[in-house]
Every structure is written in structure tokens, then in C-alpha cells.
């Protein structure tokens, strides 16, 4: 057995959060070179683009979806569409993350709670 074929993903449907740029585009590329068709996500509609655009031109199956992880609703009606529109997701790339560069102690609660709610729930 090729070990190509031993590791296909070829026929699987890849959600990668936060695969705009950086280690979940990466993750991306690497699912796509594997053979998974690709469902991209991030809240910046532009930055999504891009990346699919990159992601497309080696090939890959792959396609956008702006929505916000931390909202609940957000997240459900963006399943909603994805299983509607390409099929039922078989892979799921829990990346999405933010950060906020200052002193713990200066942050406003807001954002403390938004951080949060990015980055561990």
C-alpha cells in the first residue's frame, strides 16, 4: 500500500476555523494536499477570500465561510449552510483564536471575555 493512498483524504470535507492566515492556513493546505475538500473559516470576508483564492490555484476544493465562532447562533446557521451546500463535514480544525497585547490588569472585562470566549470555549 502507497502510503499516499493510506493517508487520503480524498472524499472528506474539511471545517479548518480560523484559516485565513497563519497555522490554520497552513493546517489548510496541508488537509487539501491530502485530498479533503476544504471549508475555510474567519470573520474577515476579504482575508477568507484570499486564502481560498491561494488554496485554489494548487488545486484544492475549497471554499469561504465568514462566521463568528464565539456566537452560538452564528455557528449554527453557518453549519446549516455548509452541510447544505457541500454535504455533511467530516473533519473539524478547531483554530480559531485572537490575542490582545497589554497588561492583564488593563484590560476591559469585554475584552477579557471576548478573548475567552474565542480561544477556550
Known sequence: MESNSMFS???KRALITGSSRGIGFGIADALGAAGA???LNGRDQEALGAAAAKLAEK???VKGLAFDV???ESVEDAIAHAETEIGQIDILVNNAGMQHRAPL???PLAKFEQVMSTNVT
Open 59 to 61: 488545486g484544492y476544493s
Open 37 to 39: 475538500e476544504l471549508l
Open 70 to 72: 464565539t456566537s452560538e
Open 9 to 11: 483524504l480524498a472524499g
Open 105 to 107: 490588569e488593563t484590560w
